[in-house]
């Protein structure tokens, strides 16, 4: 029996898939806890959520989708053979990923500077509705974050591994299977975005 | 390739790109990463056996008899974790199921090879760090193996590195199901259908599944308790608006369908030696697959059984305890096509089939006290007794690790192409099925008496129950010395076992003992379904 060499394109999609599906139900677990806290504490919940800032919110939204969007025209640059277009828009994946985060420490530094983090003594002396909202709001967006930062990293070597020719036009998967990821990544952050700063 | 059989080396020879110790550490083949778990996750077994064998000592006798009741938390804990998180979970998928899933296929190897040896090394991260967070900080973690706040918040022990220890564990349970769902999808031989899959290989597809799906909840729940610790969040703090009950729901999404990552490779395992033993087709082949899935599935749906007295309100509690009982069908549905497979069969009572056999028995006692326990009435009673206690042991260790046993008994002339000594192993077996129930039958007496789990004292009312309790423990212990000697003995020493020892119907059996690189020599032919036994030849090498 020779070794097969060849490349199984489903299967590694396959495989893809179902890590997602386990993404999913990370976050999940989280969505969970959210919604029973909601039901518990609405009140809180919405006085609490009037303090975050939408204008951060909605920015970081508008810089996630055209992450996505430049992410899949990566992704058919390279289909097409067009290795610079696909590098060039890679690269600004990447761009957009790393401007959500600065972002993100620009928010959460305005509330840390106002004493609101989790265990502190302004915190504390809150209801305890609006304890558990800004405890949820830190755990859910520090998790989604560091996806984002995993995210970043993991496109940073697709692109080392498009300019070494390692992935081309005839075995994409790679780009591919990372777009996948990306976009998951993106579509959490979209239901986050509404539950802490927009229906509450 | 070769096709002169004499030169062709076997996996245990066919070190590859590197050699020595790297040759095993490094390696991408199925066969050698089965190996290195099937050794990890026995060595672990065995430190589990002797902190069992120190706590049975322990509760001889009322009050502190070798330990006291710091260091009996421990134990427990420690117990736990070992036995649940590093050996019964990676247990039969990540051991024989690496070893035989691509074989049964007719496959070369699992579908991501290096995802595979990477899921090895997450077990070995993972086992260090539960190690460190034994020896090292304020001593070892005393929450007991489920980690329930708000205790495990507050104690000072070294919960947190062990928590970290059992996230990077559930990463590697979800990385080898996720390789065994894609291998049965995309790796089988060209013309094998769905319903020609060896029933071990669909029990490792609805596991597959289960480790996906919910293990994740895990991995959330363990690292919330790391954030609690370290920021104080206060998520499940009452003192901060946070539900410890909301805890117990996390944990035991994944804990409860956990058991079924443990059990259901057994029930494969078993359905692959009861028919061949039998020598006759598996009854209801589909009902089999499909009930695997079924247990997965309802499984799923099941968890808060195990806080019937956590203060849920009683509608969830009778919706809990009714999907509780939906279990049972397809469980039964098992049970009742093994026994339909041995009817009118001609039974040849090999070790493996004793296993499997004692399976049978001790899973229905475990299945069957599981109902007492599931049921919201009389859980009422039972609850954190030692019912529970013996309940659990009868399903995992009579359960999964019979089933295990059974099948290292079955695939180990396959593994190592030498037969152990059949005498010493029923005897062992017999020795192991008398110790099993002498050591856990008194546990589901004494928890209807009312002596509650974790403790390490008791009244003297207890005491005779777990007199022959601990008596029992000593028989185990006898009895899994006997056994392992025995094939340790059998890998030194045994006979040649040529490729088809029990005239088995599936792949495995078709090609070397042991097999080599590459699994086949030449591409395997399917000529026969996984349990058609007309026309199997006696395999002249061994008589």
Sequence with gaps: MTHN??????????????????????????????????????????????????????????????????????????????????MILLTITMILACVF???????????????????????????????????????MT????????????????VLVLVAKNKVTSSDFVAVENTGLYWHLVDMVWIYLFPLFYLVV | ??????????????????????????TT????????????????????????????????????????????????????????????????????????????????????????????????????????????????????????????????????????????????????????????????MPDMKWTQIPLFGWSLYATGWIQVLATPILGITVLLIFVERTLGVGLFDPAKGGDPVLYQHLFWIYSHPAVYIMVVPAMGVVTEIIPVFARKHIFGYKAIALSSLAIAFAGSLVWAHHMFTSGMSDTAVMIFSFLTFIVAIPSAVKVFNWVATLYKGSIVLEPPLLYALAFIFLFSIGGLTGLVVGSAGTDIHVHDTYFVVGHFHYTIFGGTVFGMFGGLHYWFPKIYGKMYNKKVATTAWGILFIGFNV?????????????????????????????????????VAVGLILMFYNLYRGIKKGEPAGKNPWNAATLEWTTLSPPPKLNFLEEPELTRGPYEYKGIEDDAQYQ
């Design chain 1, 101 to 139: 985060l600065v972002n993100k420490y620009f928010e959460w530094g305005a509330k840390i500077h106002h004493g609101i983090y989790p265990d502190s003594p302004a915190l504390l002396e809150r209801p305890k509705g609006e304890i558990i909202f800004f405890g949820l709001y830190y755990v």
């Design chain 2, 1 to 26: 390739m070769n096709s002169s059989e004499s030169k062709t080396l076997s996996f245990w020879e066919d070190d590859g790109r590197f050699s020595g110790i790297f040759s095993w550490i490094f």
């Design chain 1, 142 to 157: 520090g998790l989604h974050g560091l996806h984002v930062l995993i995210g970043a990293l993991i496109i940073f070597v």
């Design chain 2, 439 to 475: 050591l856990y039958f008194p546990m589901l007496v004494l928890g209807i008496m009312g002596m509650p789990r974790r403790y390490f004292d008791y009244l003297p009312e207890y005491q005779l129950w777990h007199v022959v309790s601990t008596v029992g423990s000593w028989i």
């Design chain 1, 5 to 86: 060499t060849n490349k199984d394109y489903t299967g590694a999609k396959i495989g893809m898939w179902l890590f997602l599906f386990t993404e999913i139900i990370l976050f999940g677990g989280l969505f969970v806890l959210y919604s029973v806290y909601l039901h518990r504490y609405p009140d809180e919940f919405h006085l609490a959520g009037q303090e975050l800032n939408v204008y951060f919110g909605t920015a970081n939204t508008l810089v996630l989708l055209t992450s996505s969007f430049s992410m899949a025209l990566s992704i058919t640059a390279l289909q097409k053979d067009n290795k610079k277009l696909c």
């Design chain 2, 29 to 188: 083949d199925h066969k050698r990463i089965g190996i290195l778990y099937l050794y990890s996750v026995l060595s672990l077994f065995a430190v589990g056996v002797v902190i069992g064998l120190l706590m049975r000592l322990e509760l001889i006798a009322p009050g502190s008899t070798i330990v006291g009741a710091q260091t009996y938390n421990a134990f427990f804990t420690v117990h736990g974790v070992i036995m649940i998180f590093l050996f019964v979970i990676p247990s039969i998928p990540a051991s024989l199921g690496n070893l035989f899933l691509p074989i049964q296929l007719g496959a070369e190897d699992v579908a991501f090879p290096r995802i595979n040896l990477l899921s090895w090394w997450l077990y070995i991260t993972g086992l260090i760090l539960i190690l460190i967070s034994l020896f090292t900080g304020q001593g070892a973690p005393d929450t007991g193996w489920t980690f329930y706040v708000p205790f495990s918040e507050y104690t000072t022990t070294n919960v947190n590195v062990a928590v970290l220890g059992v996230f990077i564990l559930g990463f590697s349970s979800i990385l080898t199901g996720l390789n065994f769902i894609t291998t049965i999808h995309r790796m089988r």
